[in-house]
């Protein structure tokens, strides 16, 4: 049975000159069992990092797997699904430490937000995550009545 993380939040992080970051401590509580955690950390679809529990890696490719690559899409899609993919775990100081060739996303910069959403983690750099910041509330309410139906607008100025 695959876990149910629930994990939730914002959290800055420090990434060291050797490729190595943190892992906060409210996200390895949600986790659980740091002894035997294996993750697995890919290239995102949008300037980030994805980092997966190793049970929820191994969800998304059976369901991947469902799929024929005889289909030229679903190759390439799985192309780009599997590019940068390597499996990490912490260290002895609860670190992750980036692989090289990812390493390079998060070249010149010092700190990273991590970003835990239901049952993975999505690392920026703190430039990129900013730029997310960046869109006018009213933009995803628009977005969200697109996709989902009739949601109430957002306030654009709430009450005070």
Not at 66 to 89: C, H, I, M, T
């Amino acid at each position: 049975m695959i876990p149910h993380y629930g994990l939730i939040g914002e959290y800055e992080v420090s990434l060291d000159a050797k490729g190595r970051f943190r892992m906060p401590a409210g996200l390895l509580k949600k986790l659980g069992d740091t002894d035997h955690l294996q993750f697995v950390i890919r290239q995102g679809w949008d300037p980030h990092l994805t980092l997966y529990p190793r049970p929820v890696w191994e969800k998304e490719i059976e369901a991947l797997n469902q799929r024929s690559e005889l289909d030229p899409r679903v190759k390439q899609y799985a192309q780009a699904f599997w590019r940068g993919a390597n499996e990490v775990s912490l260290d002895s100081a609860d670190r992750i430490q980036l692989p090289k060739r990812l390493q390079t996303y998060a070249s010149q910069v010092s700190k990273l937000i991590l970003t835990a959403r239901e049952d993975k983690i999505e690392i920026w750099t703190e430039t990129e995550y900013d730029k997310l910041l960046e869109v006018p509330a009213e933009d995803y309410a628009a977005l969200g009545r697109e996709l989902f139906g009739n949601l109430p607008a957002y306030p654009v100025n709430p009450p005070a």
